[in-house]
């Protein structure tokens, strides 16, 4: 069983930052990409930032310049640095990870999403 579970959101003014990291466990093998997504009210929910294992990330237009994501392989852990928050940042934030995971008779390769943490940005 799999798991992926985000930590550091919360309320902050415009011009404020916030870190959410978002760590898995379980009988993991390999992960792949790691990403961060976001779902605000009455919107579908769009890419923010994705970043590979070897390291490359892509961004989201509206993000780039102000959120950074990185991870540690070590730790099976994403982080997502925002900075220069707006208040049309304001959503769920989901973490994904596409990764390798063991079972008892064979290895299975699926995407994951973790159970969302609020982020709120307004003044």
């Known amino acids: 069983q799999v798991q992926l579970v985000e930590s550091g959101g919360g309320a902050v003014q415009p011009g404020g930052s916030l870190r959410l990291s978002c760590a898995a466990s379980?009988?993991?093998?390999?992960?792949?990409?790691m990403g961060w997504y976001r779902q605000a009210p009455g919107k579908q929910r769009e890419l923010v930032a994705t970043?590979?294992?070897?390291?490359?990330?892509n961004y989201a237009d509206s993000v780039k310049g102000r959120f950074t994501i990185s991870r540690d392989n070590g730790k099976n852990t994403v982080y997502l640095q925002m900075n220069s928050l707006k208040p049309e940042d304001t959503a769920v934030y989901y973490c994904?990870?596409?990764?390798?995971?063991?079972?008892?008779?064979?290895?299975?390769?699926?995407?994951?999403w973790g159970q969302g943490t609020q982020v709120t940005v307004s003044s």
């Open positions: 970043i590979t294992a070897g390291g490359s990330t």
């Open positions: 994904n990870a596409d990764l390798l995971h063991s079972t008892t008779f064979q290895a299975i390769r699926d995407g994951y």
């Open positions: 379980g009988s993991i093998v390999s992960i792949y990409a």
